[in-house]
């Protein structure tokens, strides 16, 4: 039954087939006729014949999928693959293929020498390098191939040592591809030639790229404001030294009256002069070309400028997308004082607030026009553009700028411009004139102050008691100019006074500059140091010292309990100079600012931050005085400042302040930091030409010192190392130092040797063998 079923179920397609195929004729193989004999006799048994082959297949599968014995004492291998040749850097510098084992792996005799048995597939010229006995290093003699697969092979009876076992024996990497990329493309209008525009873009490669064949690949593409197709333009190209980066650029343009854009197309058909696979993306970028009415005003504003008398100007501000003369600027520029009255207005607001919409040819009938003056630029050409002018505060200005402004590359302005700005109210002003925090008891004891726009001036002189000086510095978080003094606050270290002028407000523009007497605070027992605080002060409505709450912060600008500025100032005729030596220790001068002379017997004390005289000494004839390291003292005990006494006379200066230290910046003190450890050692390598002909013999000299020069230095153990211009050690040489700290090394290269900057290292030999860089110089093998 089961074979009729079977015979039944194969021939029925061949039954359903044969009116459009015909008949078919087959003969079974003979295993196919004894597989079938079979079937029929014994189908029970044969039916599972496959069911086994199935099987079978499927054990072998799993079989030769199974994870393989480790053996542990088999050496994996990591292949660092070579990088981009660095071709911007003399020589160009070539990377090296560096292969890392995970143990020792050289022969015995070959270690840190040249290696054998060891091949690149497809070949290349070059050299195997072993770096100890584990890391495995292969230089080319040339540039590496462009985008190249390539395989490393090990002969292990002769690249190995005898025992040497691998997990794999063959490693396959790829070098870098070339690359093309385009960084930028630009609408370029020559700065000096308004008729010169040009598209210009910039393409950058990974290898020196095959000129000809980028040339062919660039085509230009000019389309008009309305998508209209233009002749195209020329292309120009210009590279670098490197041919790294090429500057593609159009010829000169007739730019549209409608603008457009113009496209640079790169196909992919280039690649780089050593050949390889060429470029593999098609480069696009395309410029915007503006219209001939592109110009337009970004941003207008009335502003208060202080010029170079601190006295505050009315400016309107100008900004503009392109370039355009002062002179063509003024001429189409039209600025109206509105009135300050609108008689439509039921409110009969004063001045009246203009809107734009509301001003008409009437309005502009009745109003005044203002006379501007151009302030200067730099350039003859400027896209920001001033005019001063003389407006009552809080009035209104109706600006107009007409259309058609030309512009440096000869692009028009292109609608009118037409907008009402404020004129904004004078700033007030209240601060100290100038720098500095000294007064000198001999000398005349007056300060200046700077007003404007305010009715009057409050001064507020607060004396820091002596006994808490320490607090000021160590809580003080700015400067003499601008101290920003946090809890305790002020109160808590000082006894207050207080001085108040009135000034007049006839012309909120003015500055009026008040030279204050304090000489009755400063009395012979009131000297020190002083906070010197700014209030404003309206006669029509005091507020008494008491009731204003000072506060946790002095720092400049506005404060929450309104002092507009703080001055920190030291009443005293003694002047303190402290500097630091290598050992910590420092030198402390005090001299007379009177007298310009020293100050014998001063007293000296370095005070902690909690009070406590950590040193107390006197200055000599010289007005000089020592004081020891105080970097030991910790917590309470930190050093925060010095203070120096002579008789009733006061002066402090703390130790951390960054603004107390001398300013520099214009001297030149370039050069090494001294080091405080005496036992530092330093190398100067130099050679007797720098430059050298292939073939030259090298001549490199060398002097150690340690920052002590009376140290010896006799049989300090040291090594010598020379690399060529493709990082290869060519020379390893160990040197003990004699007593005279100078050496010499020589060594003479091959006729064949690379050209390029090869370098020179002097090393330390510690005693766990490692090497510590002392110095080095580089020489230079030209042809």
């Known amino acids: 039954m089961l074979i009729a079923t079977l015979r039944w179920l194969l021939r029925l397609p061949g039954r359903l087939l044969a009116p459009l195929l015909g008949q078919l004729s087959w003969q079974p193989a003979p295993w196919q006729r004894w597989y079938g004999h079979g079937l029929r006799q014994r189908p029970w048994h044969y039916a599972g014949l496959p069911l086994l082959l199935v099987a079978l297949v499927a054990a072998g599968w799993w079989w030769s999928q199974r994870p393989r014995p480790i053996d542990p004492e088999a050496l994996t291998m990591h292949l660092e693959a070579p990088g981009l040749t660095r071709y911007l850097e003399e020589g160009p510098q070539v990377e090296p293929l560096i292969l890392q084992f995970s143990g020792s792996a050289a022969p015995l005799a070959a270690v840190d020498g040249p290696a054998s048995g060891v091949s690149l597939q497809p070949p290349l010229e070059g050299r195997w390098q072993w770096e100890g006995d584990d890391r495995l290093r292969f230089d080319p003699a040339d540039d590496w191939p462009v985008g190249e697969l390539l395989e490393v092979r090990l002969e292990k009876p002769i690249a190995l040592g005898p025992k040497v076992r691998l997990v794999e024996e063959a490693l396959v990497f790829k070098t870098a591809p070339f690359v093309a990329t385009l960084s930028s493309a630009e609408f370029y209008q020559d700065p000096t030639d308004p008729s010169l525009k040009r598209g210009a873009y910039a393409v950058r490669f990974s290898h020196p790229v095959d000129v000809l064949d980028f040339e062919r690949a660039l085509s230009l593409q000019l389309r008009d404001g309305a998508a209209r197709e233009l002749p195209a333009p020329q292309v120009e190209v210009r590279y670098d030294e490197r041919k790294l980066t090429a500057w593609v650029q159009s010829s000169p343009l007739q730019v549209p009256e409608n603008g457009g854009q113009l496209q640079l197309q790169i196909s992919a058909s280039y690649g780089a002069q050593r050949g390889g696979p060429e470029q593999s993306e098609v480069l696009s970028g395309t410029v915007g070309l503006p219209s001939l009415y592109s110009v337009a005003l970004y941003e207008m504003r009335t502003l208060i400028v202080d010029n170079e008398r601190f006295e505050p100007e009315q400016v309107l501000w100008l900004r503009f997308n392109d370039r355009l003369r002062d002179r063509d600027v003024a001429e189409g520029l039209r600025v109206w004082l509105l009135p300050s009255i609108n008689p439509e207005d039921k409110r009969k ?69 037409r907008q009402v700005q404020s004129v904004p109210d004078y700033p007030s002003l209240l601060r100290f004139v100038g720098d500095g925090a000294v007064l000198s008891l001999r000398g005349e004891r007056r300060i200046s102050v700077a007003a404007r726009n305010v009715p009057g001036l409050a001064l507020e002189v607060a004396r820091i008691k002596p006994d808490q000086l320490q607090h000021l510095v160590q809580y003080n978080q700015g400067n003499f100019d601008g101290p920003s003094l946090y809890q305790p606050s002020v109160d808590s270290l000082s006894e207050r006074f207080e001085h108040r002028v009135e000034l007049s407000q006839a012309d909120p523009a003015r500055t009026d500059y008040q030279g204050i007497d304090l000489g009755e605070y400063f009395r012979p027992d009131r000297h020190g140091v002083f906070l010197l605080r700014l209030f404003e002060h309206d006669p029509a409505d005091p507020v008494e010292a008491d009731q204003r709450y000072p506060g946790e912060d002095y720092s400049g600008g506005q404060r929450w309990d309104g002092a507009k500025d703080a001055r920190l100032v030291l009443l005293t005729d003694l002047g303190i100079v402290a500097k630091t030596q290598l050992d910590r220790t420092r030198q402390v001068f005090v001299m007379s600012l009177s007298q310009g002379t020293p100050v014998v017997g001063a007293t000296v004390r370095a005070v902690g931050r909690n009070g406590e005289s950590l040193h107390v000494v006197r200055t000599g004839s010289d007005g000089r005085a020592d004081l020891p390291d105080l970097s030991e003292y910790r917590r309470e005990r930190q050093a925060v400042m010095l203070t120096v006494s002579a008789g009733e006379d006061l002066s402090f200066l703390p130790l951390e302040d960054s603004g107390r230290r001398l300013q520099l910046s214009r001297f030149d003190i370039g050069g090494e930091v001294n080091t405080l450890d005496p036992g530092k050692l330093k190398a100067w390598l130099f050679s007797d030409r720098g430059l050298y002909r292939p073939g030259d013999e090298l001549h490199v000299g060398m002097i150690v010192r340690a920052s002590d020069w009376s140290r010896s230095l006799t049989g300090l153990p040291l090594e010598f190392e020379l690399t060529d211009p493709r990082g290869t050690r060519v020379l390893r040489q160990r040197l003990s130092l004699d007593a005279s700290g100078f050496m010499e090394q020589n060594y003479q290269p091959a006729w064949t040797a690379p050209t390029g900057t090869w370098e020179a290292r002097l090393l330390l030999v510690a005693e766990d063998d490692r090497r510590e860089l002392l110095g080095t110089t580089t020489l230079q093998v030209r042809d």
């Open 349 to 417: 607001q004063n001045p009246y607030r203009w809107s734009q919409s509301e001003v008409s040819d009437a309005v502009l009938a009745s109003s005044e026009r203002l006379t501007l003056t151009a302030l200067p630029s730099e350039d003859a050409f400027s896209e920001q553009h001033s005019f001063r002018f003389r407006a009552d505060p809080g009035r209104r200005l109706y600006v107009e700028i007409d259309r058609g402004l030309r512009a440096f590359g000869g692009f028009l302005l292109g609608e009118r411009q």
